[in-house]
């Protein structure tokens, strides 16, 4: 009898390890394997050897102890999960599928508009300073309520990369968040289309003759809700979109050596 269940129990491992050999450990699987009766040697050794992508705020640990997991066990998970921050930097947001995808970074070119006016005028019409994305459509389609996360990774400074010259392979194109902590630093607008130009714009300044001002106005900034999942993770909620085209726009400052020519754009379909 004894024999014959540890059979079935190495039975069942097996299948499991199958069932699960080409995904990626999260905190069900953890769950799952605890409800079948691994023992803890079995789930450390499969979070060990396993790409992980695990969830570790209050609500998702709460779950996992209510679930039976052991304290070991979820220390490996929070370990795992600090380790996972550098590569995993950035904006996310949700696809219809339920994914969890990259905003990537759009190119903008800026031009400069109602110079001709101004001068006719004697500085009395301003200058507007513009950023114009490529298409009339973004790439990154949300449908419905959009919600976002947002993952830094400040332990880790651009500075500090230029200096040790690791800036080309640990975060070249995602200097925004080793530069910034937190949400803040970011502004959400709504961009303009232009069908017949086949481009979507915003303001990003303004000048005249007696002044000059850089960066959104406060007036065309959108309000957005954040909650603090970790202490370098955030979960982004804006007040209401309508279907559209937006971006989130770094506002905060620049390092020395890099351009903030790139918005973070999406369509909410």
Do not use: H
């Amino acid at each position: 009898m004894k024999k014959l269940k540890c059979l079935t129990t190495l039975l069942v491992l097996l299948i499991f390890n199958i069932a699960i050999a080409q995904e990626t450990i999260t905190n069900q699987a953890v769950i799952e394997m605890v409800e079948l009766g691994f023992d803890d040697y079995l789930i450390i050794d499969k979070i060990n050897t396993s790409d992980v992508k695990f969830e570790t705020s209050i609500a998702a640990l709460s779950k996992l102890k209510k679930a039976g997991v052991s304290s070991e066990i979820m220390s490996l998970i929070l370990e795992k999960s600090k380790q996972n921050t550098k590569s995993k930097t950035g904006i996310y947001y949700l696809n219809d599928d339920g994914e969890s995808k990259l905003v990537q970074p759009t190119v903008f070119s800026g031009s400069s508009n109602n110079k001709v006016a101004q001068k006719l005028v004697s500085g009395l019409i301003n200058s507007k300073q513009k950023a114009r994305l490529p298409k009339t459509r973004s790439n990154n389609v949300i449908s419905g309520n959009a919600e976002f996360t947002f993952i830094f990774d400040p332990s880790t400074t651009e500075v500090d990369n230029l200096q040790t010259g690791q800036g080309q392979q640990a975060g070249f194109y995602n200097w925004w968040f080793r530069t910034a902590s937190n949400p803040n630093e970011f502004v959400l607008v709504k961009l303009t289309v232009k069908e017949k130009k086949n481009l979507r714009e915003v303001i990003t300044g303004k000048s005249s003759w007696v002044s000059s001002s850089e960066g959104i106005d406060p007036k065309y900034a959108l309000e957005f809700s954040i909650e603090e999942i970790e202490g370098n993770k955030f979960k982004v909620i804006p007040a209401n979109l309508p279907p559209g085209e937006y971006a989130f726009i770094y506002q905060g400052q620049v390092p020395q050596g890099r351009s903030n020519q790139s918005v973070f754009d999406f369509s909410v379909r």
